[in-house]
Structure formats: C-alpha cells, structure tokens
C-alpha cells in the first residue's frame, strides 16, 4: 500500500510522460506479482465493483471530523472528488500501512459482503493506521473511479519495457475479461499460452479527425472510403464456434445484443471481425438514440428487439482461421473480410459498403449527404495500411460531417470535477421562448482553460441564486454550440434532446438578446423529418 | 443606525464619514492592507498602518496617505480607530472602529499564525466582527509552516543536485517576503522578480531587511540561475520571462495548492500549501476569540461560512465584496495602477 500510494503520489506530481513511465517502471521492479497484476487492473480501469455506496464514506467523513453531513457536501463540491474530500476531513497522522496493494485489496473485496456499519468500522481503523495520502489512495479504491492521469497507453509502455517485449503484445495481452484474483502476473504477460483465451479481444485501431481537406491524403486511389457509422464499436470473436462480442471499452456485450450473440457459429472458421454495431430497421439505419434503448440493457426483451434491431456492419478482419492477420494490408483483409461475410450469410452482419468516389470532390459531395443516411460523415482508411494499436495518426481518418450549431446563453454554472475542481466548469444554456430563456443542453467541453477561468470569474462575479454546487448567473454570455443531432424529448423542458453539445466558441460579439430562439432549434428537427 | 454600512462603494462608517477598503473612488478611507484588491487607486486620502502607506505609495503613486503604528488611537467625528495586527502581510491590520458602545472590528485578510516577518494577529474584542472566508471550509487545514518550508528546501536541494533552477510562484508581496526570511541561504542565491524587487525596496523604506534577495535584472549571468531559486509573481510565470530561466523547475506557494485538482490544472511541478490567509481552524478560532454575536462574512466561501456560523449559534450573514475571495487568481497581487509599473 505504502509503495503504491507512493507510486500514485509521483505520477500526480509529474506533468511529463517519461517520468510517469519511470514511476511504473519503479513499482514494477519492487512489488510482488500479485501487486503488480492489481496496478495494472486499477491503472487501467479493470477495477472491481465498488465495496460500499458512496454516501457511507460521507457519513463517515462526517462523523471522524465531527462536521455536519450538509458541510461535508459542500466541501465535496468544491474538491470535486469524494475520495479526496474524506481524505482531507479526517485527522492527519503519521502512520504508515503495512499491508500489501494485494492484501488491501482482498479486504476491500470482503468488504462487499459486511452491513454498512461493519464496513463503516473497518474503514475509520483503516484510516487511523493510513497517511494522509494513503488515505486518499485507499479511499480512491473504494470511490472507484481511480483516474490519475495514467493512460492504459502509459501502463502498457511501462510494462512493455519491463518485460521486454513489443508494447502492441503487452496491449494485446491486457485486453478482454481477467482480473487479478483469477489470473497469475506470469501467465497473464510474460508466458501466456497460446489459445488459452477464446474470447480475448485485440486492442481497437482508432482513427484520428481529418481536420483539412482530403486531398492533402494525396492520390484517392490508395483510400478505401466508407461511411462512418452512427452506431457502437464492436468486435465480433467466433472461436471454436462459439461468439463473443465486445464493446470498444471492452465490455463483453454478447448478451446484450443477441442479433449477434446467438448466431450460429459452429460452421465458422475462427475469426474476429471488427465493425459498427448499428441499429438498422428495413434495410435502413435508425438514428443514434434510438440504439440508446438498446446500450443499457443486459437482457432486452422481445419488444425492444422488434422495435431497435441491430446488425453489425463489418468493416475490418482482424484473424483469419485463428491467424493474426493485423499486419497484412487493409486491401487483403478486405478481400478475407468479403468472402467471410458472403460465407456466414446472415442478414445481421453485412458489410460496410466501399463508397465509389473517384475524386475528393465526390467525396465531398457524399459527406454532406451523410447526415440523411444517420451515418455520421466518411471514413477514409489507406489501402495498404496494417491494423495497429490505438489511435495513430496517417491511415485511419475520420471525416465527420460539419456539427449543426446554434447560439445559446449561459444561464447556468456548476463546479466541476477532477483537474476542474473549484471552478464552475458546466454549464447550461438556454435559448429565447418568446422573452423568456428555456435551458436547451447542457455543455461542458470546447473552451481553452483560459477561457474557462474567465468564464469561471464571471460566474463568482455574476451570481443571482445559489443552489448547491449550482448557481444561476446573469444571462449575458453567449456562445456557439455544436451539435450531431437532435430529437424531441419529453423529459426536456424545451421538449428537445440534443446530442453531444458542446462549446464551438464564445460570441463574444453577440448580446444574450442575439441569442436563437426556440424555435430556430426546431427548425432543424423539421429539417431532419423530411429527409 | 449600524456603525458600519455595508454600500455599493464598500464598507462605510457613516458617523466618521469613512469607507473601509472600498473598491469605488471615495473622499476619506481607512485601508486595512496594501493588497491590489482592498487597496485601490483615486481615493481621496488612505489612511492605514505605516508600513502599508510605503507599499502604497509605490504601488499607488503619489497618494495622499497617513500611516499609524499599531494600537495608536485616532479620533473622528467621535468614532475611536484603531489599527490592530492581522497577521496577514506586513502592515495588515484589522480596522477597530468604536462609538457609543459599538465596537466593530474589519478584519480585512489574516492568519492566526506568526510567519517571523510581519507582526501576529492580535485577537480584537468587539461586538460586530468581519471576517474574510477565503479557506471557509473544512478541507483547508494548514501544515505547520516549519514543515512547508523544508519541503520546499528539500525541492530545491534535489532541483540544484540536478543543476535545474528553481522558479516559486508567489505573491510578490506577502508570500515573496514570507519566503525571502524563511528560507535557508545556505543551497544557493536568491533572486527576485522585478515587481518582488519593487516591493521590498518599498519596505525597506519602513525597515524591513531582505538581505539575501538579489534583482534578477538582465545584467545577471545565465550559468548563475543554475541551482538558484528565482521568486516570481503569477503574472510572470505565465508569460516568456520564465524562458530565460530554463532549464528550470516551476512550482507554486498558496494555500490553494491544497486541492489536488487545482494542481494537476494548474500543472506546476510541485505546489506547497503556504497561506498567508486562516484555514478552517483558524477562522473559527478568529470569530471565537473577537466575541461577537454579529458576524459579517466576505469574500470566499461567504455563504457556506455564514450558514455554519448560524448553526454555531451566531448571528451571520454573508456579504458581497469586491474583494478576490473565492477566485484563485484574484487575490490581486499587482498595482492596480498601471502608470506605477
């Protein structure tokens, strides 16, 4: 526990990435396997289930400091991390623990089955015998939620360097269903059997935005352009026969999605397939929200099969009658990928169709049209490229379609979480209904840190009404939103929902009065029925 | 009628016909510190604590100001003035004001603690007390400052080994002194900002000795910020200055360094919680010690302050200011007077 929070304690205070690497590097070469396997599963965000609610660590934080419940609340908004604001309440002490991360975290893992005040009492001894920064760490263990800066690309560096091996391997090795208590370090990374791990998934190949024209790509002729689906990443495994699918947070949702999952596949060589899980109805594709109903659910029912159906667009193969095939070029995979669909013959998985451009200006041409089609702009992916790890730049580029936009006003301001703790970082907007502003989305990205403290100063300058973390402010500034979709929405008071809002820029030319309207916004829901 | 008003202008004592750190211009003012954001330019007269007439001065320009000692009583319009030690920088102090058996005292910023440089906070007796809230919640809880200090030698001992320089943001007044008699000469030079350097030569005239602090002017060598410390004020660590003492190490003295979401944001290499301003403890201990039943709460976190306060049993309201309380940034360390650069 000591060298882990020690570990933690130095990634948080380096800003560089080699010094962070150097950190893990350190951990890795003293801490048993066992501490090393639960590093890794924390640090990449293969943590188990949460031991206790939340609300006990207030209650606790509350009664340690001997500060009523509703300061503890306010303390944690402005800290913006639970963990961290028990860890600062409770009493200082110099004492250090001598259990081991894996140890800890077997205790923790009992914790699940104690009444809340046999939890509670296992964690204020806890605290007692913890530094202060231990007890963050710990309490973080027990929020969940353990970001710290550390990307599964950082960890994978570090192990990859630690175990001398090829950091896409070690990617490899880390991906799909194991956690720390069922697996051994040695198995896991440094001599896993081949085959031992029917469903275990590849690393996604991620593109990278195309912010200028395409034919900065060069010649078309060595692009494969396609359609960007609106839908899911997936992965689609048939080994033995038997199918797996995954999610790009590389959740397993075979059961979710049982368009997929029950196919038959005992007549399939085995292979894994990369593609969009897209709800699609009638030989057409159904808008992102409508898949909505279908994500959250582990077991949907007949009726919202009937009413959302799902296919998988295939768009890539990874294995090839149990070969690893990511290194062969997009061109060869292709043809693979063509003849596996017209083999599997299934009116679920149907291939992601190659678009017939001859120039970017066709391109261009089907792009703006790609908003009709629910698909969400082009993708362009370079014919002799391998399938790598991660998002790299110059073969995989996505080409959204322009987001639609209005003018908004910030009507309100919330205090955010993480790096933005202390600062009124979320905020709400509102468009006019004849003199008056209804909220229309919420939005909490697309500012530079900049414009943000300056918004910040604002909102503390510019208070009317204060409710919790949120305060009601003036309604004086306005700004752009971008937006990829809309739809209607009893739950809204604008009776619209519109999809991934967020800040294009500040007008700060515009008064709120220049602001749209409500029924501007509705312009476009009218606009997206008749196509 | 109330001693104190609480106007759009400041803090106003209608029967002496004074305003106490206002933010608007006004004729007669009592200034409680030198600090840009309770001590504004185009007043008609300050009066205030001698060692903050001389920052003021340089700050401030040619100003018509009247400086006190501690303690010393002045007389207006029948109203008792007293300026008493805060604790906060050199020459803060909290505002006495007593009439007709009101007392009430404007606290303006302060800490509990004595940092060696400037004179301790005194515990006022009164009936009517304001009180700043800048750390107003329970999560802020000081280190000794002993602690905080050899941490940060321990930075620079490291920095040095590794032949880095090392760049402290701070408060070029108040925090930038606090360091300067703190710190140990004995790792390497001293060197300060310009706008540090201004600072102290202005204290200097009120007999304060900042013997080992050198101006880092353009005429100092390179190779000599090797292994030195360089103190510098917000202002300069976000600009093209902190270039030239590259390769260096960046990190930041304030108490808001305690948030571990404010340092990652603010991605210094290292922060040290270091106050000039109470924490949770210590306002507490503040508003306790005064007696008061009244209890006016500015700039910070006002409101959750007042509310905690009520439930103490006092009688507390939160009061907007234009002071920088709640804003990270805005404790506003420069002049506020451009022309005085």
Redesign the interface.
């Known amino acids: 526990m000591q060298a882990f929070a020690q570990l933690i304690a130095q990634i948080?205070?380096?800003?560089g990435t080699n010094a962070k690497v150097a950190a893990l590097l350190d951990y890795l070469h003293q801490s048993s396997d066992d501490d090393k396997l639960w590093c890794i599963a924390l640090l990449s965000g293969k943590r188990p289930p949460r031991p206790v609610r939340s609300s006990l660590l207030r209650e606790l934080a509350a009664q340690v400091?001997g500060?009523?419940l509703?300061?503890v609340e306010?303390?944690y908004h402005?800290?913006?991390?639970l963990a961290?604001?028990a860890a600062?309440?409770t009493p200082?002490n110099e004492e250090q623990s001598e259990l081991s991360l894996s140890e800890l975290m077997q205790e923790l893992g009992a914790l699940r089955k104690m009444d809340d005040e046999a939890a509670g009492a296992y964690i204020r001894a806890t605290w007692q015998k913890l530094s202060r920064y231990e007890r963050?760490v710990f309490n973080k263990l027990i929020t969940g939620g353990f970001r710290i800066?550390v990307s599964q690309r950082l960890m994978v560096r570090a192990l990859a360097r630690y175990l001398d091996e090829d950091p896409n391997t070690i990617a490899h090795r880390l991906m799909g269903a194991w956690s720390p208590g069922d697996v051994q370090f040695e198995d896991l990374l440094r001599n896993p059997r081949p085959n031992e791990n029917l469903s275990r998934p590849y690393p996604f190949y991620l593109a990278y935005p195309l912010e200028e024209a395409p034919d900065q790509l060069g010649e078309l002729g060595q692009w494969q352009v396609e359609y960007k689906w609106d839908g899911i990443r997936g992965q689609l495994i048939c080994r033995k026969g038997k199918l797996y699918l995954w999610s790009r947070g590389e959740e397993l949702v075979t059961e979710r999605y049982p368009e997929l999952g029950e196919l038959d596949g005992s007549a399939w060589p085995d292979v894994v397939i990369d593609g969009e899980i897209l709800a699609y109805k009638e030989g057409k594709p159904l808008p992102f929200g409508l898949l909505q109903k279908r994500i959250g659910r582990k077991k949907p029912g007949k009726k919202v099969q009937e009413e959302v159906p799902v296919v998988l667009k295939a768009y890539d193969l990874l294995e090839w009658h149990g070969e690893d095939i990511r290194h062969k070029a997009l061109r060869e995979r292709r043809k693979k990928l063509e003849i596996l669909v017209d083999q599997v013959n299934s009116s679920n998985i149907l291939l992601s169709p190659k678009l017939e451009v001859e120039t970017w200006e066709q391109a261009a041409a089907l792009r703006t049209e790609c908003r009709a089609l629910a698909a969400e702009g082009l993708m362009i992916k370079h014919l002799d490229g391998e399938y790598k790890t991660g998002r790299k730049r110059g073969e995989w580029w996505k080409w959204k379609v322009d987001p639609m936009s209005i003018d908004a006003v910030l009507i309100y301001a919330m205090r955010?979480?993480?790096?933005?703790?202390?600062?009124f970082s979320d905020y709400t907007f509102a468009v006019w209904k004849a003199s008056e502003l209804v909220p229309i989305a919420k939005a909490y990205s697309g500012l530079s840190?900049k414009e943000m403290?300056e918004v910040?100063?604002f909102v503390?300058r510019n208070t009317i009404e204060?409710f919790g973390p949120v305060r009601s402010v003036q309604p004086e500034l306005v700004f752009e939103l971008g937006f990829e979709g809309i739809a209607e929405s009893k739950r809204h008071k604008s009776g619209i929902a519109l999809r991934f809002p967020r800040m294009l820029r500040w007008r700060k030319d515009k008064a709120a009065a220049e602001a749209n309207s409500l029924e501007d916004v509705k312009a476009f829901l009218r606009a997206q029925a008749r196509t | 009628m109330p001693l104190i008003h609480f106007t759009e202008r400041g803090l106003y004592c209608p029967r002496a016909d004074v305003y106490i750190d206002p933010w608007l211009p006004v004729s007669k003012t009592l200034i409680t510190h030198a600090h840009a954001d309770h001590a504004r330019p185009r007043m008609g007269s300050y009066l205030s604590h001698h060692d903050s007439v001389a920052v003021m001065r340089q700050r401030l320009g040619d100003i018509s100001a009247e400086g006190v000692r501690y303690g010393e009583k002045k007389k207006v319009n029948g109203v008792e003035i007293t300026f008493l030690p805060a604790g906060h920088i050199p020459g803060s102090a909290q505002i006495r004001l007593a009439s007709e058996g009101e007392v009430w005292v404007i606290s303006g910023d302060y800490k509990l603690e004595n940092d060696g440089l400037c004179e301790p906070f005194e515990p006022v007796k009164c009936s009517h007390f304001v009180t700043e809230s800048t750390f107003a919640?329970?999560?802020?809880?000081w280190?000794e400052a002993g602690n905080v200090m050899a941490s940060i030698e321990r930075w620079w001992q490291q920095n040095s080994a590794e032949g880095l320089c090392t760049v402290l943001q701070c408060y070029s007044l108040g925090k930038a002194q606090r360091l300067l008699h703190a710190l140990s000469q004995e790792i390497g030079e001293i060197f300060v900002h310009g706008a540090i350097h201004n600072t102290n030569e202005a204290l200097k005239t009120a007999g304060y000795k900042f013997p080992h602090a050198q101006y880092l002017d353009a005429s100092v060598d390179g190779k000599r910020l090797r292994g030195a410390m360089v103190l510098a004020p917000p202002s300069a660590i976000g600009s093209s200055w902190l270039k030239k003492l590259k390769p260096c190490k960046v990190g930041a003295v304030s108490g808001?360094m305690?948030?571990?979401?404010?340092?990652?944001?603010k991605?210094f290499?290292?922060g040290f919680v270091l106050s000039d301003h109470a924490d949770w403890k210590g306002l507490n201990t503040a508003v306790l010690s005064s007696g008061a039943e009244h209890v006016y709460v500015t700039h910070g976190?006002s409101?959750?302050f007042a509310?905690?306060l009520r439930?103490q049993g006092y009688q507390a309201q939160a009061i907007d200011t234009a002071f920088g309380g709640?804003?990270?940034?805005?404790e506003q360390d420069e002049p506020a007077n451009p022309e005085s650069n």
Not at chain 1, 12 to 15: E, F
Not at chain 2, 258 to 265: A, D, E, P, Q
């Open positions: 948080d205070a380096s800003s400091s500060i009523p509703w300061l306010e303390s402005v800290v913006g991390d961290e604001t600062l309440l200082t963050f800066g955010g979480h993480g790096r933005r703790a202390n600062l840190d403290a910040d100063r503390k204060r | 919640l329970p999560v802020y809880q280190d808001w305690s948030l571990r979401g404010t340092r990652r944001r991605n290499d290292r976190y409101h959750v509310k905690w439930s709640e804003d990270e940034d805005a």
